[in-house]
């Protein structure tokens, strides 16, 4: 059994702790449209980086948690980025809440795409990205 933390956890975490650390601010609340796209745009990407690491067989067999990390972080980049260019924008702020609906969004889309890729090796018997069936 592995005792390095599962990637979920670790992203978790460092988005939780960084929504608490950026503070409050008056027009960043929790559930507004501006969270929904964060979450949208970081589901997209959580499954496109998940299958575009699937496609380029990084992480096959029993490394597919190191692809799902991987495709977690590589997921969580745009958003990271995004906010730290809002912070150096006047009158605008690094919204750790932005930044969780972010992490969350790729976190879900990767355990999506990973999901889907276990249902399709089950009804396929063996579904290989360059090979087919087998």
Known sequence: MSTRPHPYLVFAT???ASSLAAGE????????????????VGLGLGAASY????????????????????ACFMASLPGVAKELY???QPGNIFS??????????A?????????LELLLERVFGGYTAHHGHR
């Not at 575009?52 to 990390?69: K, M, S």
């Not at 750790?96 to 969004?105: A, F, M, Q, R, V």
């Not at 976190?107 to 999901?115: K, P, Q, R, T, Y």
Request: glycine letters at 22%.
């Open 96 to 105: 750790g809440k932005d930044l969780l609906w972010s992490t969350l969004g």
């Open 86 to 88: 809002d912070a150096g």
């Open 51 to 70: 299958g575009g690491l699937r496609l380029l067989d990084v992480g096959n067999g029993e490394a597919r948690p190191v692809r799902l990390g991987l």
């Open 25 to 40: 601010a008056g027009a960043d609340d929790w559930w507004g449209a501006d969270k929904a796209k964060h979450l949208g």
């Open 107 to 115: 976190v879900v889309g990767s355990g999506i795409a990973l999901g």
């Open 14 to 16: 460092l988005a939780l």
